[in-house]
């Protein structure tokens, strides 16, 4: 069972409020991935880090940023909310290496009013 | 660049039921594929995976996938099912250079009945 935690798990915020979604993981992986999912779509990667001090932009522009001060964790920052961050947003982390599978945590849904 | 087709968005079975998912993949460079599955309100969770080596991969909860170099696929199957079965599928890809960063699929819905 992988140990990765994200907090909150739901939020319901106004529009212009600075939120930041958090992403801790126990298992000392180098690598930790951002996704963005809607509803019946697929994921797609908006940030990831190769390990400390480390972050690129993913596939999918996002208006959100990220920091990588401390191995486990990787939390997200949107400086101010829109409608359109309206989602649910999901971390993953996996180790160094050719082929390892990705871990998932539970997932943020995210709505903006 | 890579790229995942998932031709059913949605496939309902009865319970004790063979199943198969589909996945089709796109690449020019050499893959590794996955599966994984979304249960409701939950992450997703690594069912199996095709790095190298046999086409036939056993994965958890009694599923198994064969990679088709060919035909550029790697579909799911489950002789078969449960009621808890009833999920969110997706398939994965990435290259097995580099990052190797994961392209899903927009996921096929598994209905399981009674």
């Known amino acids: 069972e992988a140990d990765i935690y994200q907090t909150p798990r739901y939020l319901v915020i106004g529009t212009g409020k600075k939120i930041t979604l958090e992403c801790s993981q126990t298992?000392?992986?180098?690598?930790m991935y951002w996704y963005q999912q809607d509803p019946g779509m697929e994921l797609h990667l908006i940030h990831y880090s190769y390990g400390v001090n480390s972050t690129e932009k993913g596939d999918l522009s996002s208006e959100s940023t990220v920091s990588r001060i401390r191995t486990e964790h990787f939390p997200l920052t949107l400086e101010s909310a829109r409608p359109s961050h309206t989602s649910q947003y999901l971390c993953a982390s996996s180790p160094s290496g050719s082929g390892e599978t990705q871990y998932f945590g539970p997932g943020t849904r995210l709505l903006v009013l | 660049a890579q790229s995942v087709t998932q031709l059913d968005s949605q496939v309902p079975v009865f319970e004790e039921a063979p199943v198969e998912l589909r996945c089709n993949y796109s690449s020019s460079v050499s893959v590794y594929l996955f599966w994984y599955v979304q249960y409701p309100n939950q992450g997703l969770q690594l069912l199996l995976k095709?790095?190298?080596?046999?086409?036939l991969v056993k994965g958890i909860n009694g599923f198994e996938a064969e990679f088709n170099k060919s035909q550029t696929s790697f579909h799911l199957r489950k002789p078969s099912v449960h009621i808890s079965d009833t999920a969110e599928y997706f398939c994965a890809v990435s290259g097995n250079t580099g990052f190797q960063k994961l392209v899903f699929g927009t996921g096929t819905r598994l209905l399981v009945s009674p």
């Open positions: 095709y790095l190298s080596g046999s086409t």
């Open positions: 298992m000392g992986h180098d690598k």
